[in-house]
């Protein structure tokens, strides 16, 4: 395995000259572009890492599918979807588009950021601190990484240069989608889109999936089954944002990417995967990343179609 994972990386450097690392958050553009990684986690215990599967970035969108699962705990699905839709937009995933075309109104989907700061601002806490706080255990838990910290300067820079989400958040508030603390709502966005990651990390969170919702380490059930099959429906569907059908048909399992250059895949009942390659491609993901996870499905028939 990790002789073919490290052929699987050669491959696909090439590719990461034609992407380029996102600039309007002017932080993440101090990423190392170079950089490829990655880490498998299976249920068995064994683990493969190759490339630079240590590098740091962070986690970006990935964090969505996290809070999703969170809130779904926390309320139920009624009620979170009675606040965000199930239905891909086939748009980008700071759109703002369709946000007004639905009556009542609501964003389509958890996974593009207006979905994804409704689904945050419904996560129980009395403040947007205690909010944080649940988020970071939690996330430490089913990474079973204790030394998770959310990285300052990328979350100070996007909450200065936010405006597109922030835009967003107070429409939603005027449709009564999110409640009237925008800034505090906002603010827990930012900081759960800065922590920072390696590749090991994403693919525990992934295995943590793929084994529905069972922390291996425990054997604890942390998550309802049915809500982390919710959670890998809208990865397959919404995942990759406007790139979700390709990839589907390329790769055939639940990802998501995020603009820190991480893709979190899931293979159902076998592994999780975690990938880095800040390069990006036009529609804000990992451009070499997604190379890899196509070539590594083929060579060990991933598939879930
Ligand atoms: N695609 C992403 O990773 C986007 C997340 C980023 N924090 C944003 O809100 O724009």
């Known amino acids: 395995m990790q002789a073919q994972l490290e052929k699987i990386l050669d491959k696909n450097r090439n590719k990461i000259q034609y992407g380029n690392l996102p600039t309007y958050i002017p932080e993440l553009t101090k990423a190392n572009k170079d950089a490829l990684g990655i880490y498998i986690s299976q249920p068995d215990g064994k683990e493969f890492g190759a490339g630079d599967y240590g590098y740091k970035f962070t986690i970006q969108s990935i964090s969505k599918v996290i809070t999703l699962i969170m809130a779904l705990e926390d ?29 009542p109104s609501k964003p389509f989907n958890p996974m593009i950021n ?69 800034e505090g709502n906002l603010d827990v966005y930012f900081r759960q889109c800065s922590i920072e990651v390696t590749c090991k990390d994403i693919s525990r969170i992934g295995l943590f999936l793929s084994n529905n919702g069972i922390l291996k380490e425990t054997g604890e059930q942390l998550i309802n089954p049915e809500y982390t099959k919710i959670a890998k429906a809208f990865m397959v569907t919404c995942g990759m944002y406007n790139a979700s059908g390709e990839f589907a048909i390329n790769v055939g399992i639940p990802a998501k990417s995020g603009v820190g250059g991480g893709i979190m895949a899931v293979v159902p009942g076998r592994m999780g995967i975690g990938v880095v390659g800040p390069s990006l491609d036009e529609k804000g993901n990992s451009i070499a990343g997604i190379g890899v996870l196509k070539d590594i499905s083929k060579e060990l028939d991933l598939s879930i179609f």
């Open 75 to 103: 309320w139920g699905p009624a009620y979170i979807f009675e606040k965000v839709g199930m239905e891909p937009t086939g748009d980008a995933f700071n759109s703002m588009m369709k946000l007004e075309i639905v009556r």
């Open 114 to 182: 207006a979905g994804a700061i409704a689904v945050t601002s419904m996560i129980k806490g009395n403040s947007p601190e205690e909010k944080i706080d649940r988020i970071m255990k939690f996330f430490k838990l089913i990474t079973q990484n204790p030394t998770l910290e959310i990285n300052k300067s990328i979350y100070m820079s996007e909450k200065k240069t936010g405006d597109r989400n922030r835009a967003m958040a107070y429409f939603m508030k005027d449709v009564g989608v999110i409640n009237e603390d925008v």
